[in-house]
Each structure stands twice: as C-alpha cells, then as structure tokens.
C-alpha cells in the first residue's frame, strides 16, 4: 500500500480522517459512491471540502494511486469529482488508479480551488 506522504492525516480540529495509517488486514474496504444528500451536517461538508482541497493540492489532474487514502471519505467523492482511471477499475485495491474530474470537482466544491488557508 503506497503512503502518500505529506498528505493532510485529518481536518485540523476534527475526527476526519483523510488517510489510514495501515492496511486493513480483514482485506481493502472497496470504494462505492456514497449519495450525499442536501441535509448533511455542515461539518461533513466542510470535510469533503477540505479532502477535495488536498487531493487537488497534492495530485492535480494527474492520475494517482488509492494507497492509503481512507475509502470512507474518498467515497463521498467517488463517481462524481473523482473517478476510476484505470480500466477494468478494481474499487477493492489500493493499487487502484483514480484521477480528478475537474470540470465535477470545481463546480461541485468551488472553495477547494482557491487559495490554500487552514482549515
């Protein structure tokens, strides 16, 4: 499992996590789309804000690798701002290709592609 260095491990000041710190050894949590509905709490959206900032920050629009990205909050995302790249895509590997809809992603969560600030 790769372990994206110098990525963000949670929202400052919550139990957010961004990122896990070792492989689950009952087998990879697979990625699923998550529906968020419009009555989500404002801390989750703020959430899914920030996690959208970091992977916008760290990765771009090229492809990257799942590793050790947490499959719960990369789920709130996944099939709209981010998308499989690989093909046939494995939604149960941390190997897995995954890359930015940025045309989604910037509609969807305009602030993440403003200027860094602390979240």
């Known amino acids: ?12 000041g919550t ?9 689950n050894p009952k087998g ?3 990625l699923k789309r998550l529906e968020r509905y419009r009555d989500r709490r404002p ?3 703020r959430a899914d804000a920030a996690f959208m900032q970091a992977l916008w920050q760290h ?3 090229e492809p990257f ?3 050790n990205l947490d499959a719960g909050r990369l789920s709130w995302l996944f099939g709209r701002e981010v998308k ?13 290709l995954l890359v930015i809809d940025e045309a989604v992603a910037r509609t969807s969560f305009p602030e993440s592609f403003e200027e860094p600030e602390e979240w």
């Not at 499992?1 to 400052?12: D, E, V």
């Not at 499989?84 to 897995?96: L, N, T, V």
């Open 65 to 67: 690798e799942r590793g």
């Open 84 to 96: 499989p790249f690989d093909d046939p895509f494995d939604p149960a590997s941390y190997d897995s």
């Open 1 to 12: 499992m790769l372990k994206h260095r110098g990525f963000p491990g949670r929202l400052s």
């Open 28 to 30: 990879v949590t697979p």
């Open 43 to 45: 801390a989750d959206k």
């Open 59 to 61: 990765f771009g629009t």
């Open 15 to 23: 139990d957010f996590h961004f990122i896990i710190r070792r492989a």
